[in-house]
């Protein structure tokens, strides 16, 4: 399995790649009037609208910095059994994969976030996110979107 790290501030969280459709740069979004403040728009991708979270705001409730580095994470995630759809992720310090030993998978947890282990990601304390657990199940911006 390949993780794609990223950071929010201070903590490093671990996203399987397969989840991952594309990183880009980080863009000006079309507000949302009356959403939550962690979704700062929507944004064009190949002419489909994708709302963008900015996940510091989700996870932190500090805004991602905008550095060289700040990415989207354009990633697929399943809502309910029908259908998939794309969601941006905003997160600092997109720039590393790290790839773990054939046959990997993280342990489940039952309570709390699952850390993920240093001999794998060769740092301490990275995160597994899990979109699909880790983002709200009714982000605005996707009921009218199809694919």
């Given at each position: 399995m390949l993780l794609l790290l990223f950071n929010l501030r201070d903590e490093t969280y671990a996203i399987d790649s397969a989840?991952?459709?594309?990183?880009?740069?980080y863009l000006l979004t079309q507000k949302i009037p009356m959403t939550p403040r962690f979704i700062i728009?929507?944004?064009?991708?190949?002419?489909?609208?994708?709302?963008?979270?900015?996940?510091?705001l989700l996870l932190n409730a500090q805004s991602c910095r905008q550095q060289l580095s700040t990415r989207i994470i354009l990633t697929s995630i399943s809502l309910g059994s029908?259908?998939?759809?794309?969601?941006?992720?905003?997160?600092?310090?997109?720039?590393?994969?790290v790839?773990?030993?054939?046959?990997?998978?993280?342990?489940?947890?039952?309570?709390?976030?699952?850390?993920?282990?240093?001999?794998?990601?060769?740092?301490?304390?990275?995160?597994?996110?899990?979109?699909?657990q880790m983002l709200p199940e009714d982000i605005p911006g996707l009921s009218f979107m199809e694919q």
């Open positions: 989840k991952v459709v594309e990183v880009i740069p728009g929507m944004a064009n991708y190949r002419s489909n609208p994708v709302p963008i979270i900015d996940l510091g029908q259908f998939k759809k794309i969601v941006g992720l905003l997160a600092e310090n997109v720039t590393e994969t790839k773990t030993p054939k046959g990997w998978q993280p342990n489940p947890v039952d309570q709390g976030p699952l850390f993920l282990d240093d001999a794998v990601t060769h740092r301490p304390m990275v995160r597994w996110f899990q979109p699909e």
